[in-house]
């Protein structure tokens, strides 16, 4: 591999200018004022794969364009499937930011910029690992594969029926994520379990109008204040989900992970501090790592009521609504776990008022094989390229995509992260250090090396 290495030492000026020039468009795909970026922003990622060697193009979808890269010059070599995603987070509030969103700079040692980190910086690993490859040797150990998607951040709604109208062509042996972080600085992690979630809106109604607090106040049943009764009856005094059923097909954590977790480098008072809080808590009996990675939560995600200007309006609000979010763990289902919750707002719901509930979205949780060989082949890869064995971590997030791509391929699916937890991804001053971005090539270079020795 010395000639690889040295390939990407050579090419990291170039690299990192790629990188800036990525970072500069403004593919914010929630946005329609922004289309026309999100289209040139995928027609731009397409040229740079051609350029680094591969057949691409930008494919519709009926949202934002994928893009597919192929090279498949390996012939009898695993064919892998890497998946990323082009598009970022709105920037707002800008006024938040130390520099501006869509102009990167460099910062203590990091690239600072929306999607340095999610995930134009984890994406770009992949492809200048790949390419240092192709410039050094013209050839890749593996087949491999790049769908890149443009809807990731809002929502991915075009995604399956693109796989599903291209699943002979994107079939593989194994899937490489990299939308996801390390444990900590200098810890690297594989992510082996992600939660799912079932999101629910509810709207309480009482009068048909909004009414005086003092002309009807004790009279009439207060709609956020019978909202409040029942938010506070989702959880008992233990922390847990006061839904009957709601734990009936919760997988529980084996002893090995237990044990794993807790040897972890994980400074809970730091933890803490970081967040601003005096306290912490969450279900009785669990570590803020286990309750974060593998308990099921109900949460409140908004609530509005009445008058919240400035000053007093004395009012008895006509309607309370709350928005809530369920996450799941093994072996959980989103649509069962939504309809439970349903049930119990209804059952909760005083006389006086009705309760409207709106399914909004969900997504199944998510736990991969560990002992699979794409992993023994990623963690070999990491360890070179990181200098530090990486720990095998469970996720409190979401990427509906990995349960799809294991249930339509039945590969496994690997989810290698270079950035870290404190990136600020979706919020002000995103940024990816540079140290990880450049060990993140040589881990990706190493890992089409270490895939193509058997390891898919």
Not at 69 to 74: D, L, T, V
Not at 122 to 132: D, E, K, T
Not at 167 to 191: I, K, N, W, Y
Not at 250 to 258: D, G, H, M, S, T
């Amino acid at each position: 591999m010395d000639d690889i290495l040295s390939q990407i030492a050579s090419q990291e000026e170039a690299t990192l200018s790629t990188l800036f020039e990525f970072l500069r468009i403004p593919s914010v795909s929630t946005d329609p004022a922004l289309a026309g970026e999100v289209k040139r922003c995928a027609m731009w990622l397409a040229d740079r794969f051609r350029e680094a060697g591969f057949a691409a193009g930008a494919h519709p979808t009926g949202g934002h364009l994928a893009v597919v890269a192929e090279w498949r010059g390996a012939k009898g070599a695993p064919t892998v499937l890497v998946y990323g995603h082009y598009d970022v987070q709105p920037a707002e509030p800008l006024d938040a930011w130390t520099s501006l969103p869509f102009e990167p700079v460099v910062r203590d040692g990091n690239v600072c910029g929306r999607g340095a980190s999610d995930d134009k910086g984890q994406l770009l690993c992949h492809l200048a690992g790949a390419a240092a490859h192709l410039k050094a040797r013209r050839r890749l150990p593996v087949n491999l594969v790049f769908l890149i998607e443009g809807e990731e951040e809002s929502g991915s709604v075009h995604l399956e029926p693109f796989l599903e109208a291209n699943r002979e062509r994107l079939t593989c042996d194994a899937v490489v994520v990299s939308d996801s972080s390390q444990f900590a600085a200098g810890v690297p992690a594989l992510t082996y379990g992600l939660r799912g979630l079932a999101y629910l809106e509810a709207i309480l109604t009482g009068p048909d109008h909004d009414l005086h607090s003092g002309s009807f106040g004790g009279a009439v049943r207060n709609p956020a204040n019978a909202l409040a009764a029942m938010i506070a009856a989702l959880h008992d005094d233990a922390g847990r989900v006061a839904i009957p059923g709601f734990y009936d097909d919760v997988r529980p954590l084996e002893a090995w992970e237990r044990e794993a977790f807790g040897r972890l480098p994980f400074d809970e008072a730091a933890y803490r501090r970081g967040l601003g809080v005096d306290a912490l808590w969450g279900e009785a009996g669990y570590s803020t790592l286990e309750r974060v990675w593998a308990r099921p939560t109900l949460d409140v995600n908004g609530l509005w009521s009445g008058y919240s200007g400035e000053g007093a309006k004395t009012v008895l609000p006509s309607k309370a609504g709350v928005k809530l979010s369920c996450r799941l763990v093994p072996d959980q289902d989103p649509d069962r776990v939504a309809e439970l919750l349903e049930d119990r707002l209804r059952a909760l719901c005083p006389p006086g008022c009705t309760v409207e509930v709106r399914r909004l979205h969900g997504a199944r949780p998510v736990l991969t094989p560990v002992d699979v060989p794409a992993v023994a082949a990623t963690r070999r890869a990491v360890e070179r390229a990181f200098g530090a064995v990486p720990v095998l971590i469970r996720e409190g997030g979401s990427i509906p995509v990995v349960e799809t791509f294991g249930r339509m391929f039945g590969a496994p699916v690997v989810l290698l992260g270079f950035g870290r937890p404190d990136d600020r991804a979706h919020g002000p001053d995103e940024k990816l250090n540079l140290d990880d971005f450049r060990a993140g090539v040589r881990a990706s270079a190493w890992l089409w090396e270490e895939l193509g020795k058997g390891g898919a």
